[in-house]
């Protein structure tokens, strides 16, 4: 089993920035491939970001590309997802995910991730 809580959710007006974090514990963090996604009201939640367990490889969906920059510390057993530029539509529940897989693959679809933490509300305000 892992346990993921994500942090850094809130309230910022548009164009500003804002920084998740997901801590993992349980088993070996390096084991995981990790990903947000992010779900609005009324919406599926959807793919965000991605990145392999070596930390090497990365893959955004495109609403985010060249605005979100996701990174991990296996040191900390910690995942981030930093956000620039947010925008009104950014406004969402994120999640992160946890899934385990080869070490340089990144999983963009929900159902390959086995563990998911609670999610963290961010508002983005126009």
């Known amino acids: 089993q892992v346990q993921l809580v994500e942090s850094g959710g809130g309230l910022v007006q548009a164009g500003g920035s804002l920084r998740l974090s997901c801590a993992a514990s349980?088993?070996?963090?390096?084991?995981?491939?990790m990903g947000w996604f992010r779900q609005a009201p009324g919406k599926e939640r959807e793919f965000v970001a991605a990145?392999?367990?070596?930390?090497?490889?990365?893959y955004y969906a495109d609403s985010v590309t060249g605005r979100f920059t996701i990174s991990r510390d296996n040191t900390k057993n910690t995942v981030y997802l930093q956000m620039n530029s947010l925008k009104p539509e950014d406004t969402a529940v994120y999640y992160c995910?946890?899934?385990?897989?080869?070490?340089?693959?990144?999983?963009?679809?929900?159902?390959?991730?086995?563990?998911w933490g609670q999610g963290t509300q961010v508002t983005v305000s126009s």
């Open positions: 995910a946890a899934g385990p897989t080869s070490y340089t693959r990144v999983v963009v679809t929900t159902n390959e991730y086995d563990f």
């Open positions: 349980g088993r070996t963090f390096s084991f995981y491939a």
């Open positions: 990145i392999s367990r070596s930390g090497i490889s990365t």
